[in-house]
């Protein structure tokens, strides 16, 4: 953790977080205003799950990973990943 704020990168921490929280109350918010946005108590749990759980293996990623390439790339496949299986979760792509 140390490791990002002294190379001027610690404002990913925070700004990553931040990213997963919008997500999560992004729907939230639209469920006031929309019919066409209809998430249970399930959807939001399975969304927090993914997300964190992301966030967390990225974490890990940059925290074990002494190459900042290798980490970008690991944190890019779980990006990859997370938007897969939000994208079949929502429509069903597969």
Do not use: C, H, Y
């Amino acid at each position: 953790m140390m490791r990002a704020a002294t190379t001027g990168l610690g404002w990913l921490r925070p700004a990553g977080w931040g990213l997963v929280a919008l997500a999560l109350l992004t729907p939230l918010v639209a469920m006031q205003f929309t019919r066409e946005v209809a998430w249970t108590a399930s959807d939001f749990l399975f969304a927090a799950g993914l997300l964190v759980g992301a966030g967390l293996l990225i974490e890990l990623a940059v925290l074990k990973v002494r190459n900042r390439t290798g980490a970008a790339i690991i944190a890019g496949v779980v990006v990859l990943a997370v938007l897969l299986i939000w994208a079949q979760g929502a429509v069903g792509i597969f």
